[in-house]
């Protein structure tokens, strides 16, 4: 079967069971027949003349780089209070951890040139989409995995090292690393933060720490909000796991590129994406 762009999008959402685009993946320039993608986490000017020269048929990114996806990405950060929520934090306390984190996307995606990876693909016709939350909801349903599998008085380090046991994040250069908390802490409740458009930063993890979470699992964390939590919580049974973020976004992507291959589309792996392969 030769597959259209809509058809890979569709692909993606079939793998986690979703009916609707997520408000952070598009296309961007599309196309009837691809046959060959480049396919990478970070795809932008440099890579669409990169793969418009060597012929691909697509340029599959992960990250939005522009159009909708960048300028209205705020939505998929509901999924930020959802996650809370189901944790237990109540509903006012979520939206305000998350408050200051809308704001900065909005602005973010306001003020970007939302136009100029886009432009550039449309300037060579070079067929354009990228991929984001589905993709992440796979990594996240990983973790999930990881986390319900271990013993019901696992430690923190033991959690660590199975996420360490994941095939992408065992070949990545980063390891599974404890921003808080110590190795031999009580996994307790674990939250996997992730698949909601970005890291929750020190509100969000706060917001599971004062309602019973012990455990928080992020992809990513900025030192800032690091520094934040350990004055706060200073590790005394509070954790928070942080697995790498080019690692843990090719944990979905690995997935999505094989079920693309499983339909025959040929895929070369680049920026990050090569990772596990
Ligand atoms: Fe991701
Ligand atoms: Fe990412």
């Given at each position: 079967?030769?597959?259209?762009?809509?058809?890979?999008?569709?692909?993606?959402?079939?793998?986690?069971?979703?009916?609707?685009?997520?408000?952070?993946?598009?296309?961007?320039?599309?196309?009837?027949?691809?046959?060959?993608?480049?396919?990478?986490?970070?795809?932008?000017?440099?890579?669409?003349?990169?793969?418009?020269?060597?012929?691909?048929?697509?340029?599959?990114?992960?990250?939005p780089p522009g159009g909708d996806p960048r300028v209205n990405f705020a939505p998929v950060l509901d999924r930020q209070v959802e996650f809370m929520t189901a944790h237990g934090v109540p509903e006012e306390r979520a939206e305000a951890a998350v408050a200051d984190l809308r704001s900065r996307m909005e602005h973010a995606g306001h003020s970007a040139n939302y136009?100029?990876?886009?432009?550039?693909?449309?300037?060579?016709?070079?067929?354009?989409?990228?991929?984001?939350?589905?993709?992440?909801?796979?990594?996240?349903?990983?973790?999930?995995?990881?986390?319900?599998?271990?013993?019901?008085?696992?430690?923190?380090?033991?959690?660590?090292?199975?996420?360490?046991?994941?095939?992408?994040?065992?070949?990545?250069?980063?390891?599974?690393?404890?921003?808080?908390?110590?190795?031999d802490n009580d996994l307790g409740e674990v939250a996997i933060h992730h698949a909601a458009g970005t890291n929750g930063g020190s509100e969000v993890a706060s917001a599971y720490?004062?309602?019973?979470?012990?455990?928080?699992?992020?992809?990513?964390?900025?030192?800032?909000?690091?520094?934040?939590?350990?004055?706060?919580?200073?590790?005394?049974?509070?954790?928070l796991v942080v697995t790498g973020h080019i690692a843990s976004d090719a944990i979905g992507v690995n997935e999505f590129i094989d079920a693309l291959e499983a339909e025959g589309l040929e895929c070369d792996t680049v920026s990050g994406c090569d990772i596990g392969r």
């Open positions: 079967m030769v597959l259209s762009t809509e058809d890979i999008m569709q692909i993606s959402l079939d793998l986690v069971g979703w009916d609707e685009v997520p408000a952070d993946s598009g296309i961007h320039v599309r196309a009837d027949a691809v046959e060959t993608a480049l396919v990478g986490i970070d795809l932008e000017s440099p890579e669409i003349q990169l793969a418009e020269r060597e012929g691909y048929d697509l340029v599959l990114a992960h990250h136009r100029h990876d886009p432009s550039i693909a449309e300037h060579l016709d070079q067929p354009y989409m990228n991929v984001h939350l589905a993709p992440d909801e796979i990594g996240r349903r990983r973790f999930r995995e990881v986390a319900d599998e271990l013993a019901d008085d696992a430690t923190v380090g033991e959690f660590a090292d199975a996420l360490d046991e994941i095939p992408e994040i065992e070949e990545a250069l980063t390891d599974a690393e404890l921003r808080l908390g110590h190795r720490f004062d309602n019973g979470v012990d455990t928080v699992l992020y992809i990513h964390i900025g030192s800032g909000d690091t520094a934040t939590l350990q004055e706060e919580y200073g590790g005394e049974g509070t954790n």
